[in-house]
């Protein structure tokens, strides 16, 4: 490909229309992905730059494939890989996070840093992760992303980072049990998280328990209204605040308290105007939220506010009422 074929594709892309710059993509990729092996530095740094091109006018459609097609190229063009990995899209950064080469423990960090968990849990099914890569995900990931790491037995732990997954373990289960397959782990240190870990488990067992009888018994009593919630929240009850609101949302409790628990806020305004709550009440269920980070800020809540205010309560209860659908069928993930 020649310098001449570089300012044809500037030529035909000014053009085109996003079904031929799709195409063209396509086509691109399939030449290089042809004879990567036998391709040079300079080569790769040619097609780096015919992809510069492309992704600047491509459609964002053609973007997944071409991921998951450069993802496990051990020569694939570097800028093009930091490009798509560093994608707010995960199914645009995905295929590459978990499996590109070309992606270093640097890069890794800086991504890990700045986005979110949907990012972080593609990168924890790399093979061979570094120690500061890992530290990154088990202090920032939500438990799903320190579930997978813990489970990757090719991902290096740090002490530290090692300590905060039995300190982790130590509320779930999961990664307990993942944690006693792990050979640089010592016994007694497991066990003794593995212990931790069950009676903690049958403690919010039972919290949980009696949470949702109290939340079914006011229900039943005076239709649990929004100064009810509101006091569980400025008390800082959290099992019953969260019991509260999967009662009179019919939502499971774990589908709250995953809302609860996410990185962002949205899930819980939808449940709360849904619920048609005013903004106090549902602020104050948000400064309740779990940010395994950091806690909720006041930019976060001005944003929420707005968000709130935004959304109709017609929406918001048709979003539930999907989520309800849902539950009753498959696990909810949220």
């Known amino acids: ?9 500037e030529d035909i892309l000014r053009h085109a229309d996003p079904h031929t710059r799709h195409k063209t993509l396509r086509a691109v990729a399939d030449l290089f992905l042809a004879s990567a092996p036998s391709f040079d530095d300079a080569h790769v740094e040619m097609f780096d730059t015919v992809f510069e091109i492309l992704l600047d006018e491509a459609h964002r459609s053609g973007l997944p494939e071409l991921s998951q097609r450069i993802g496990p190229v051990e020569n694939a063009p570097p800028r093009l890989v930091k490009r798509l990995a560093n994608d ?12 590109s080469p070309r992606l270093s423990s640097e890069d890794l960090c800086e991504i890990a840093r700045t986005k979110g968990n949907a990012h972080m849990l593609a990168m924890s099914t790399r093979k061979n992760l570094a120690e500061p890569v890992t530290d990154i995900l088990v202090n920032k990931g939500d438990h799903q992303v320190a579930r997978s790491v813990a489970v990757n037995r090719d991902a290096r732990l740090s002490r530290e980072g090692l300590d905060k997954l039995i300190k982790r373990a130590e509320r779930d289960q999961s990664i307990a049990a993942s944690l006693s397959a792990r050979s640089e782990i010592e016994p007694e240190a497991l066990n003794s998280a593995l212990s931790r870990a069950s009676a903690q488990a049958e403690k ?17 009593a005076n239709g649990l209204h929004d100064e009810q919630i509101s006091g569980f929240a400025s008390n800082r009850e959290y099992e019953n605040l969260v019991a509260s609101l999967a009662v ?3 939502l499971k409790y774990e589908v709250i308290e995953n809302l609860m628990r996410s990185e962002k806020s949205a899930g ?13 009440t549902s602020e104050a269920v948000l400064r309740m939220s779990l940010r395994r980070d950091h806690r909720i800020g006041e930019s976060e809540i001005v944003n929420a506010r707005r968000e709130f ?12 009422r999907f989520w309800q659908l849902r539950q009753s069928v498959s696990p909810f993930n949220s």
């Open 88 to 99: 707010s899209d995960i199914s645009i950064a995905g295929p590459v996070l978990s499996q």
């Open 268 to 280: 819980i305004v939808l449940v709360c105007k849904a619920l048609g709550m005013p903004w106090n």
């Open 309 to 320: 205010l935004e959304l109709s309560r017609a929406t918001a209860e048709r979003i539930v």
């Open 1 to 9: 490909m020649s310098a001449i074929a570089l300012r044809d594709i």
């Open 248 to 250: 009179r949302a019919s």
């Open 204 to 220: 919010c067992s039972i919290a949980v328990a009696a949470a949702m009888r109290l939340a079914i018994s006011l229900l039943q």
